[in-house]
T-cell receptor
């Protein structure tokens, strides 16, 4: 089955700096890669996603890149703000008969210091 | 106001008791999922359901059971056979079809503590 590895497990940055979180996946059939943000005591919320036919996607201060050959994808947050502090999860799914099952990375605790 | 509701937010049970966690959605989504989250770990899939009256085991189904009698409801029972049930449980749903059919929407979660 799919295996997703996420690094780093914790990330501390100063307000205004950039933050990068990286994930690798094992199943070459995976074709959908969402990123979720989870605040303390709440359910995860989708912040951006990318499909395998696209190499990069951007939404304001957030961007995701995908390298299918190397089987890795990354989340980039620019101009970080204290409200970006949360746990971030990457995930992967193969679609089709996988029934949309997501395999999650272990999570990254991002702390943005004012 | 559409969304996924999970109740209760906090649940305490004695060891050896079965407990049922509620998950309801009014998004008209076909697929529903249950995940377990432990500190420092990602979400792990317990059970999922694509349609009413049908469900499949996920990666960690042992000690859990589910039912899907209605499209909008997918309750999870944590049985006494689950060796380490204390965790944060998350329910999710997903529309099936083209376009954004892969996106899963999560509920607020239920924190279960077994004493």
């Amino acid at each position: 089955g799919e295996n997703v590895e996420q690094h780093p497990s914790t990330l501390s940055v100063q307000e205004g700096d950039s933050a990068v979180i990286k994930c690798t996946y094992s199943d070459s059939a995976s074709n959908y890669f969402p990123w979720y943000k989870q605040e303390l005591g709440k359910g995860p919320q989708l912040i951006i996603d990318i499909r395998s036919n696209v190499g990069e996607k951007k939404d304001q201060r957030i961007a995701v890149t995908l390298n299918k050959t190397a089987k890795h994808f990354s989340l980039h947050i620019t101009e970080t703000q204290p409200e970006d502090s949360a746990v971030y999860f990457c995930a992967a799914t193969a679609g089709g008969t996988s029934y949309g099952k997501l395999t999650f990375g272990q999570g990254t605790i991002l702390t943005v210091h004012p | 106001d559409g969304g996924i509701t999970q109740s209760p937010k906090y649940l305490f049970r004695k060891e050896g008791q079965n407990v049922t966690l509620s998950c309801e959605q009014n998004l008209n989504h076909d697929a529903m999922y249950w995940y377990r989250q432990d500190p420092g770990q990602g979400l792990r899939l317990i059970y999922y359901s694509q349609i009413v009256n049908d469900f499949q085991k996920g990666d960690i189904a042992e000690g859990y059971s589910v039912s899907r009698e209605k499209k909008e409801s997918f309750p999870l029972t944590v049985t006494s056979a689950q060796k380490n049930p204390t965790a944060f449980y998350l329910c999710a749903s997903r529309p099936i079809g083209t376009g954004v059919d892969n996106e899963q929407f999560f509920g607020p979660g239920t924190r279960l503590t077994v004493l």
